[in-house]
């Protein structure tokens, strides 16, 4: 699972399609995975995210069709051609992997677009399953390649919308918009600071290289089951607290206020932790926003170890696997460590000096193979581009 050369990756994704469907397919679109720098669990809290895309891509390569029927084929999934009819879809949760792309032709027309039949061939280096969101990035491909097929000129947000409703309302996974807006609107050697409440963004400049950083992914190839109930608990107790607190949502407790929120929660000691992490997850994104913009990345170091600590002991999604990684990286030299995306399995995310990158990348594997897990995959992250047209 590396990051290929793009026209490469297209030149195949092509070949594929016309093997698969007999057509030449009218383009090919791509949508990269992503990595949160910092802001975990925020992004239904109303508050602020910094994701940035990943080298590792999908394509959806897609010609349209005049008889109506839509027909997805990937080929990262077992069982061959899928045959679907657009005014038939319903949603369907808990189905294969045809559900995300079908969900976004069933997102458009729910939204009155005219989005008819389509040949779809999806490839991705992307990933699947290891927390940098490969499910956007199917979608997000997909919404591209229907905004051009059907001439619907759609902004990226409303690409990354329609893709998040996709996956909520057709899906059924509760995410975020963080996923789909970091596929649709991230850019090469930016880490995009979105505000998940009004939707504003900006592009920061990320360059670890030139500062002689290096930022690593490690896939820890673990997903444990518990996962998905876990996050609509915590999602439901973040709503429960703000419902508490008597606010819209945790984005609105200040982090100066924070002593008096958990005060007010006295009752209730279950939701203190939650509206911690929240408030100081919140606040160490700022606080990473203006280290970056200051030309000071190195700062995100401890920024990066803390989040962890706070997801680790009050938000309480990491697990052993992530722990490791993590606590393992910062022993051996690095700046700072923390598990990345939804947890309980997924990625960690190393921020490095250039000089110490090998010696923390074989500690965390010298470690992994002490423990008894399987080997995990390490990788550097460099900023890459967000969803784009790449043939032809
Ligand atoms: P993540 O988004 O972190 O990779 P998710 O569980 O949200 O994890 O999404 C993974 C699921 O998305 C896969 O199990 C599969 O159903 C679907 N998926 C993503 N990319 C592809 C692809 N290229 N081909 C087929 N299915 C895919
Ligand atoms: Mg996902």
Partial sequence: MTATDPAQAAHRTAAEFRALYGTEPTGIWAAPGRVNLIGEHTDYNDGFVMPLALPHTTLAAAAPRTDGVLRLHSAGAPGGIVELRPEDLRPRPGADWSAYPAGVVWAMREAGLPVGGADLHVTSTVPLGAGLSSSAALEVATALALDALHGLGLSREELARLAQRAE????????????QTAAACCTAGHALFLDTRDLTQRQVAFDAAAHGLRLLVVDTRVRHQLGDGAYAQRRAGCERAARALGVRALRDVPHAHLPD????????????????HIVTENHRVE????HLDAGRPHALGPLLTASHASLRDDFAVS????DLAADTADAAGALGARMTGGGFGGSALVLVEEAAAATVA????????????TAPRIFPAVPGPGARR???
């Fill in 261 to 276: 929120a958990l005060a007010a929660l006295a009752g209730e000691p279950g939701l203190r932790p939650l509206v911690r």
């Fill in 168 to 179: 909520n309302a057709y899906v059924g996974v509760p995410c975020g918009i963080m996923d």
């Fill in 287 to 290: 606080q990473a926003v203006a």
């Fill in 319 to 322: 697990c052993p696997e992530l």
């Fill in 390 to 392: 790449l043939t032809p």
């Fill in 362 to 373: 074989k500690a965390v594997d010298a470690a992994f193979a002490a423990a008894g897990y």
